[in-house]
């Protein structure tokens, strides 16, 4: 499996840098680029009428040229097969295909399953029920997904490491679980379009719908320009372009799970209705494309579009000692230059690593990050106080937390200094100091220190009632266990940085 990796990102930043000279190029003469990105929650696979939508809006959208990312549910694929629907698998082609799990809102939904479960069983888990759903689409539509995204709210920390080892590079949704200012963000290594600031789009009544949404188009437009370029993410279901209620809510609202013979459809529009939904849209699609230079970008295109250069650079020991006093100065957290972003975690890396040649007394070599990016700890943090040991004590664990990475591909929850522990955050902290304290000679300090210290990026992680609203969980549900892990994976968090911004100047 780590070969498999290694070999599978290599290839995937060699096309990236294959890719950057010609993108550069083109940003080069317009160096605030607006792109957007049109998704569509694939879903619902009670209604047949709903099939009829999808095959008009992936019809449309085919002939404007604008390609669109269809985010399928693996039973929607199932069905479309048996309806015999040709047409829009044949239409599909012309688009992108990402993943939207194998039963949507049939219970138990992901975030519920993972809830009681930590990291391995929780990815164990999602890949049990999901990865069937994923072999299907793939096998009937005959693309790999480009992305996946969750039903509902129903998201979990443990989707990622499952996504790592499908290679789907990208998570594309909309919701408040994390958030990093509004910007798109890596995540386990994940390249993650989620809750972003510009998600808009219009509803489908008629000319008031429109109206204002050309409005709010033109003004995400023009925030997007004035601050250095970006993307507007417009998501719909094909569904609700013929239905007056979700086909989810009819059946499996607030944690129901009746059986198949039961199902019902869902109410539909009336025929004008219908006509009304597809032509507000087919208009506001139009209208988008009347901006000069806009273009629209499927799920696919997102990681040539936002590659991720860390993984490209070697480390001198001048950047890593610019990274230690980053640390010194600003704690555990994640670190933005103009080219290239690097996650707490991949800066816990570079430093104990540099710390061991430093321990060594061996000259420092330029060192580069682990591919795939390694990931935060998997447990909940141990309890954090003062502690001293020794240098030599130090230089032991050092050793023995580098082993640790290379075996595991994360980074310890617990780091043990003989028989005390300190959490990573503490041991980062003390390491960049150290790494700097013995500059330019090593020095040979009595006693080595561990204090408290917070991860910073943990506060882009919600954890309240806020997140979990979606009719389909049963009442009251909340998961927060769950999101402590989740806060424990925002080590991995850090800015997704746009090409023209990291190559276009
Ligand atoms: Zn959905």
Known sequence: ??????????????????????????????????????WFDTEDFILPESDDALLRIATFLAEESAPATFKIVGEKARVLKERDRKDI????????????????SVQPTPALYLSPLGWEEGVAEFQRREY????????????????????????????????????????????????????????????TFYSLTHTIRTE????????HAKAEFQEAHR??????GGVISIYYHPCEFVHAEFWDGVNFSEGANPPRSTWKKPPVKSAEEVET???TFEDYIRFIKSFPKIRFKTAR??????????????????????????????????QEQQRFSLSASEIFSLLTRFAETKLADEPATPLQLERPPILGPINLQPAQRVIGTSLNQYERTVQDVVRFMKSEERIPGT?????????????????????????????????????????????????????????????????????????RQSWTLKPALPIWQTVGK
């Open 223 to 228: 925030e997007l320009k004035e601050s250095g």
């Open 89 to 104: 698998l044949t239409i599909l082609k012309r688009h992108d295909v990402g993943y939207h799990t194998n039963f949507h």
């Open 301 to 334: 295109m997102l990681p040539a579009l936002y590659p991720d250069l860390a993984l490209l650079r070697s480390f001198s020991e001048a950047e890593l000692l610019e990274i230690a006093r980053a640390v010194e100065s600003r704690g555990v957290n994640y």
């Open 277 to 279: 939904a597809h032509t």
């Open 415 to 487: 780091i043990w200094l003989g028989s005390q522990v300190v959490s990573p955050e503490s041991f980062l902290v003390t390491t960049a100091r150290y790494v700097l304290d013995t500059q330019p000679d090593p020095g040979n300090p009595a006693e080595i220190l561990f204090e408290p210290a917070e991860l910073r990026p943990a506060k882009h992680v919600k954890n309240d009632k806020s997140i979990w609203d979606w009719v389909i969980f049963p009442p009251n549900f909340e998961a927060p266990e769950m999101m402590e892990l989740a806060k």
């Open 204 to 211: 489908l009544g008629g000319s008031n719908d429109l109206e």
């Open 132 to 191: 069937p759903g994923l072999v299907d689409l793939q096998r009937i539509t005959g693309r790999p997904a480009s992305c996946y995204g969750q039903p509902g709210s129903s998201w979990g920390p443990q989707q990622y490491g499952a996504l790592r080892s499908w290679r789907i590079p990208v998570y594309l949704d909309d919701g408040s679980h994390v958030s990093l200012d509004g910007r798109p963000f890596w995540y386990d290594g994940i390249l």
């Open 1 to 38: 499996m780590r070969i498999g990796h290694t070999v599978f990102f290599s290839v995937f930043l060699l096309v990236v840098s294959i890719l950057l000279s010609g993108t550069s190029v083109a940003a080069k003469g317009d160096s605030s680029p607006v792109y957007v990105i049109l």
